[in-house]
């Protein structure tokens, strides 16, 4: 059985291909499938293809560090505020927050500690403007 199935799973390379693989992982997981199961293992690999697909054909670019900064504040439910506390002062946290002045390294460091926000999203070029 598993050598079957593993002859019949391929690389994704098409739309197709994509849609198969699709549909069989929904239909997978509309079962109650016991850990370690046949089923349950085809549809771990399954996960894996379709997911290496999607990196390649359809790759999400991280956002830019204010960005990821406001986003991560809302799923905290945290104040501007208290990012003030987190960077020092209510001028610097401004500053940063309405792209005046970039990150320093120590301000990547407690983001990425305190928050959780990844330090390549923080580490990310982005233009500083004037107003």
Known sequence: MIQKL???????????????????AYDLMQKDLKPNSNESDELEVLSILI????????????????EA??????????????????LGSRSRASEILKGK??????????????LGISAQTLIQDYEVGIG
């Open 51 to 66: 997911e290496a697909y999607e990196k390649t054909k359809f790759p999400i670019e991280a956002p830019n560090p204010i």
């Open 101 to 114: 002045r970039k990150l320093s390294i120590g301000m990547i460091r407690k983001l990425n500690q305190q």
């Open 6 to 24: 593993l002859h019949m799973l391929k690389p994704v390379k098409t739309n197709e291909e994509h849609d198969k693989y699709l549909a069989r």
């Open 69 to 86: 900064i406001l986003f991560r504040l809302d799923q905290l439910g945290m104040s501007k505020s208290e990012l003030s506390k987190l």
